[in-house]
């Protein structure tokens, strides 16, 4: 992400902020589309171990004052949480955000995975990736190796459909949300705004940070 400082180094242009939950280490690239000018980061995570500029928990972001922030990103976290804790972290993710802020999320699809593993590829690789091979028992229940090596934030505790996501980002905040499900990367994608968009502001927003179908 870069920041933007105005023309001739004029301040007078505020930058939007966006709160990567689940950031993960310093310096690695976010992965988000529609970030490139006029946009601050601040870096939220459970382990002190990625050096984030806020340590807490999706559950417990208090150190995050309310109406902060302008947009909250999250990247293959919420499934690390048990079923009651999602409506808790969906309501500090609404806590944080302005009026006019909005969520862009994505996680696992099971769907998709399921449909593997009723073919008998539990185990199988079904994709490399820069950790090494991803089965669907990796993406159902957090990565092995991972958690072999003691990391036991990667477990994962929920999954969700595309139509489960929806459904629970709009009953815990989120009125208006579009989404896409993407059977050849196994992940889900979605953006909810806090405020009640119109169907072309929703469809803008998914259009500028949603990734595209392979």
Same mark, same amino acid.
């Given at each position: 992400? @870069? @920041? ?15 709160? /990567? ?28 171990a990625v ?14 004052? @309310? ?9 293959? /976290? ?10 808790l972290a ?60 003691? /990391? ?8 969700? @459909? ?53």
């Amino acid at each position: 992400m @870069t @920041t933007f400082d105005g023309v001739g180094g004029d301040l007078s242009i505020p930058l939007k902020t966006v709160l /990567n939950v689940g950031c993960g280490p310093r310096g690695r690239p976010h992965g988000f589309a529609g970030f490139d000018q006029g946009w601050t980061e601040l870096r939220l995570d459970i382990d002190p171990a990625v050096d984030p500029d806020v340590l807490g928990t999706m559950i417990d972001m208090s150190a995050v004052a @309310t109406g902060s922030v302008d947009a909250v990103v999250s990247s293959h /976290n919420i499934e690390h949480l048990y079923p009651h804790e999602v409506p808790l972290a969906l309501a500090e993710f609404v806590r944080v955000l302005k009026p006019d802020g909005w969520l862009l999320i994505t996680c696992p699809d099971l769907q998709s995975v399921c449909a593997r593993v009723a073919k008998g590829e539990l185990a199988s690789p079904l994709y490399e990736s820069d950790a090494g091979p991803i089965s669907a028992l990796d993406i159902m229940y957090g990565h092995r190796g991972a958690m072999g090596a003691g /990391n036991l934030f990667m477990a994962h505790r929920c999954g969700f @459909t595309l139509q489960v996501l929806a459904d629970t980002l709009q009953a815990c905040g989120f009125p208006r949300t579009a989404g896409i499900a993407r059977p050849e990367a196994f992940d889900l994608w979605a953006v909810g705004s806090k405020a009640a968009l119109s169907d072309a502001d929703i469809r803008a927003l998914a259009v500028l940070h949603l990734p595209r179908r392979a």
